[in-house]
């Protein structure tokens, strides 16, 4: 069965860094989008970044020129390298799958798959 399983969460200080990985097992992770989602108490999901299938990837204006995303089909999993931590980056991390690219990536819809989140959080 799809099983996402995140890892790398933690506390950090501003200015910080922290890499979040998400290992994938039970279907075929290099034919896959993989994305990467938060949540903070109180505030909607938001998309953080997404890599497709060509390994082309996109991101959120909040975290442009800060965040990377990037994949190791070897080992099935993919990662979110955050660096210049803020305050607000501090939520509930999630990684998602889907078979097909989501047409809006970034609200949530379309995605198929999601682990159980890791917590990050920036002081």
């Known amino acids: 069965h799809v099983q996402l399983v995140e890892s790398g969460g933690g506390s950090a200080q501003a200015g910080g860094s922290l890499r979040l990985s998400c290992t994938a097992s039970?279907?075929?992770?290099?034919?896959?989008?993989m994305g990467w989602f938060r949540q903070a108490p109180g505030k909607e999901r938001e998309g953080v970044a997404v890599?497709?299938?060509?390994?082309?990837?996109k991101f959120a204006d909040s975290v442009k020129g800060r965040f990377t995303i990037s994949q190791d089909n070897a080992k099935n999993t993919v990662y979110l390298q955050m660096n210049s931590l803020k305050p607000d980056d501090s939520a509930m991390y999630y990684c998602?799958?889907?078979?097909?690219?989501?047409?809006?990536?970034?609200?949530?819809?379309?995605?198929?798959?999601w682990g159980q989140g890791t917590q990050v959080t920036v002081s």
């Open positions: 998602a799958a889907a078979r097909r690219f989501p047409v809006n990536w970034s609200d949530g819809s379309g995605w198929d798959d």
């Open positions: 039970g279907f075929n992770f290099a034919a896959t989008n």
């Open positions: 890599i497709d299938d060509d390994g082309l990837a």
